[in-house]
DNA sequence: TATGAATACCAATTCAAC
DNA sequence: GTTGAATTGGTATTCATA
């Protein structure tokens, strides 16, 4: 189901530096939601996340609440 | 300069949604401030600037400081 | 160091299919 | 309405040049 993927997805963002959609549709994965790049887009989108400038600067991106 | 160019995308992206880097370019072009998307880029990431969702729920998305 | 052109990388959308 | 595969769109980086 849609709903507790998206709780799961808070979750892992909250928990965990994910740069990119594929890191997290492999999280996703292995924590037994088996979708893609394409349905991580949209649930991302639907939450409202965003990708901001990593805390220390080091350039790097990470997807946040 | 670069500092003259940061302060003018700090303001460009104040006043105005913008979408993608493509078009920050072309109104710093217009601004008088000749770059590519390239630079843009680089621009952003120095500025620690970020692309969040728009404030109604259009979907889209702009820069934001 | 700063930059652009080209490219590689990442994300959003289209188009089916369910 | 939801999803994945493929594609398109957008961004970061490489590589060369100044």
Redo the contacts between chains.
């Keep these: 189901m849609k709903n507790s993927r998206h709780k799961k997805i808070i979750e892992i963002i909250k928990y965990n530096v994910i740069e990119t959609q594929e890191e997290l549709a492999e999280k996703l994965n292995e924590e037994g939601f088996q979708v893609t790049q394409a349905t991580v887009s949209r649930d991302i989108?639907q939450l409202?996340l965003?990708?901001?400038?990593a805390e220390d600067?080091s350039?790097r991106q990470r997807y946040a609440v």
């Design positions: 989108k409202n965003v990708k901001i400038p600067n350039g």
